[in-house]
């Protein structure tokens, strides 16, 4: 249960990590675009690959969050994270 406790919140650290990254592209003027288009596929693999047991709608929501402007400040991961470890509590890995 402490291991279970420590991944969660390792997951936790990465999925706010993955939506920092994210909403910093708007720190760079000028190419804040490109590197969303970048990000975007990043991101959304990330997502799934670190909550396998979330629905994919959520690494789809993070790589359109991406593309589509002024939708940075979604936190898709951290949402993703909430899902796998209280809404979807049955799916927690």
């Known amino acids: 249960n402490q291991r279970r ?44 690959y670190l909550f396998p047991s979330a629905p994919a709608f959520f690494p789809l929501l993070g790589f359109v969050e991406e593309l589509l402007p002024a939708t940075d400040i979604v936190p898709t991961a951290l949402l993703t994270w909430i899902y796998v470890y209280t809404a979807g509590r049955n799916a927690a890995p």
């Open 5 to 48: 406790q420590r991944s969660a919140m390792q997951l936790l650290f990465a999925a706010i990590f993955i939506d920092l990254i994210g909403m910093l592209t708007y720190a760079v003027p000028g190419i804040a675009e490109a590197l969303d288009i970048a990000w975007a596929p990043i991101s959304a693999t990330l997502i799934r």
